[in-house]
């Protein structure tokens, strides 16, 4: 299963994804899928008025055990990105992990 996190992106179309628009519905995502994560998709950013980031999504993971094979991290936050593709490499060794950069279009 593929999961994709974002406050304003949609994932890839005709690629699979299941995906969620805030922290709360990724983590009942995350729950339901734990033992088939292909990828997980994460932004940063998700949104002015969330208390939450794509960064606690990795902490989540990390002290659930959940380990999907393959971390994007496709946020445009440059401190935000390089902070959880850090975090990713140290915690999830076992995982692929790539960063791409989507733009948002306004």
Not at 69 to 78: K, R
Not at 84 to 101: I, K, S
Request: proline share 4%; aromatic share 14%.
């Amino acid at each position: 299963m593929k999961l994709y996190l974002d406050d304003y992106r949609r994932p890839p179309r005709g690629e699979g994804y299941a995906s969620a628009d805030n922290y709360a519905d990724f983590l009942a995502l995350l729950d339901q899928y734990r033992s088939c994560l292909e990828l997980v998709d994460l932004d940063y950013d998700l949104g002015w008025d969330s208390r939450f980031t794509g960064f606690d999504a990795l902490k989540y993971m990390k002290r659930h055990d959940i380990r999907p094979q393959h971390i994007n991290i496709h946020s445009t936050h440059i401190t935000g990105r390089d902070l959880m593709m850090r975090y990713a490499a140290a915690n999830f060794p076992d995982a692929l992990l790539t960063g791409t950069v989507t733009r948002r279009n306004y």
